[in-house]
Structure formats: C-alpha cells, structure tokens
C-alpha cells in the first residue's frame, strides 16, 4: 500500500512538473510570435517620427513608447533590449520635461496655480532646486497681492530652495538670477518680503543676509528698504514697547536710561538701512519716501535737526551694516 501511495505521488508530481514545463515553453513560443511581426517594428518607426519633434509631436511619441514597451518590452534579442532601453530612458526624460513645463508655464502664465501646478514637479524628484526655484519666482510675481496664504506657499518654497543650495544643489539655470550669488541674494531678498507681515524678526535676518551677500542684491536699494522696515517692526517697536510700558513715573532712572539707549540703538540701524537704500538709488526722485522716513527718524535722533544727514548718506557705504 505504502509503495502504490509513492508511486501514485511520483506520477501526480510529474503530471504537474509537465504542465508547468509546457506552460513555460507555450509562454515562450507565444511571445516569440509575437516578437516575430511586422507590429513591431512599425511602431518603433513611428516612435522615432515623433520623438524629436514639437511638443504634441512628442506627447504622440510617449505614447507610442509605451504602446513598443506594453507589446514588446520583454523580447528576447539583443537588438530589442537596446530599443526597450532606449525608449524607457526617453520616457523617463519625457516625463520629467512635461512636469517642468507645465510648473514654468504655471509661473509665467498664471503664478497664482503654481504652486498647485508645480507639485507633480516636486513629487517627481523632490531634491530638484529648479521646482523651489520656480515657485520662488511664482510668490515675487504675485507681490504685494498674494494672500496670506499664497505668501506662506511662497516663504516655504524660498526656505527649501536656501536649503538645497546649502546643501551643494545647483541649477543649470538660476530663474532668479544669472549665476549662484545673485540667485541667492534674490531668494533671501524675496523670503523676507514674504515673511514681512507676518514675521518682521524672521524677515530682518533674511534682509540682512541678502544684503551682506555677495551678488547684485547687495546693492539693490530696495534690500535697504525693506530692512529698515523689517527692524522698524520688529526690534524697534518691540523696544520701544518695553521702554514705554516700563518706564512710568515709578521707573528708576537708571533703567529707563537704558531702555532708551536700547531703542536708540535699534533706531540708528533703521536710519543707516534709509541712509544706504537713499545712497544706493541712481534715481534720487524715485525714492521720496524712503528719504521722507529717513529724514523723519534722523531728526527724532538729532533733536529736531538734519543737519548731518547729507554726508551720513554720503558716507554710509564706506561703513559696515550695524
């Protein structure tokens, strides 16, 4: 009984192992076949009349790619690997330039979507500086219009953007300026903005990087501009706030003459960021505000006095930023 039940196994064994085996090289006969056809290499043909072409022409082209590669990717010879890798690699680039369009289109044509739009940028290579890049540029598009919100989108985009610069990214074009310097001096210059309202602290210090960098935002009067807003907002209402709500007729001297000091000191930084915005600007008319301001905090410094003021603008260039 023992060997009959052995024998009955072995033979159920090989039944299996022949199906398998005969399933295997139907497989292969069929595939073969199908190989073997005239298909093949006229959509390869048509594949080559597309790829190099316009943009439709190329959108046919990645369709047809994948049409060779669902039907024939898995053929067996050497001269069809070599086509199956090729069109896979074209795709991969194809894929990869629809994405990028579609974000720099969004930029150029409708900045308010593309921070939506640029997101299949981004999840396609997530360490790419070129989607931040973009998007960076999208916020400075929107400007003074952008809502909060889309101001926040912006923030993000120019704070990941200095992070993959720090990080040794590079781009083989910088959108937001010619070489790497002023790129870097645009996207401080742009965080800040971004950051103004809603955090002067955090936009003085962007402010301040853009302006001690080293490419054309370092000069760029509106840099200025912005920093002595940003310090007015934040440290010298902050210490003018202390001073005021501390020094009452109870205050010892001592330490309401400090506070003062301190308010004093953060105001001369606001006056020498004025003084720098009015001293860098080639067209003195364009800049009757910022030297309204200027003049307006020198005198409450001065006594009620300008006197001074012309060559504090006239030197304040050969001076370090305090």
């Avoid at 301040?208 to 002595?228: H, R």
């Amino acid at each position: 009984m023992e060997d009959a039940m052995k024998v009955l196994f072995s033979v159920r064994f090989l039944i299996k192992a022949l199906a398998v085996a005969a399933f295997a090289f139907f497989s292969v006969m069929t595939a073969n076949a199908q190989c073997n056809t005239d298909a093949e290499t006229a959509i390869y043909n048509k594949f080559l009349e597309n790829f190099k072409g316009s943009a439709d022409q190329q959108k046919a082209a990645s369709q047809t790619g994948k049409e060779y590669l669902a039907k024939f990717g898995t053929c067996p010879s050497d001269n069809e690997k070599k086509i199956t890798d090729y069109i896979q690699k074209w795709l991969v680039k194809y894929e990869v330039a629809v994405v990028d369009y579609d974000c720099g289109n969004a930029v150029d044509k409708t900045p308010t979507q593309a921070f939506d739009l640029c997101q299949p940028f981004v999840a396609k290579d997530p360490e790419n500086l070129r989607p931040w890049l973009l998007m960076t540029l999208a916020g400075a598009k929107n400007g003074a219009a952008a809502d909060p919100k889309l101001r926040e989108k912006a923030l993000t985009a120019a704070k990941r953007s200095l992070a993959l610069i720090a990080d040794g990214k590079t781009a083989d074009n910088w959108i937001l300026g010619k070489q790497k310097e002023d790129a870097v001096g645009a996207i401080n210059y742009y965080a800040g903005f971004f950051a103004l309202d809603s955090s002067p602290g955090d936009a003085t210090k962007y402010f301040l990087t853009a302006a001690t960098s080293a490419g054309l935002y370092s000069k760029e009067p509106g840099v200025y501009d912005a920093l002595a807003r940003a310090i007015y907002n934040s440290d010298y209402k902050a210490a003018a706030t202390e001073y005021n709500s501390k020094c009452s007729a109870t205050s010892t001297a001592s330490e309401c003459d400090a506070l003062y000091a301190k308010a004093g000191q953060v105001l001369d930084r606001v006056i020498d960021a004025y003084a720098r915005a009015v001293a860098l600007s080639k067209d003195q008319a364009s800049v009757t505000a910022t030297r309204n301001n200027l003049t307006t905090l020198y005198k409450l410094r001065h006594d009620n006095s300008d006197v001074g003021l012309d060559k504090l603008i006239a030197e304040v260039l050969t001076k370090p930023i305090p």
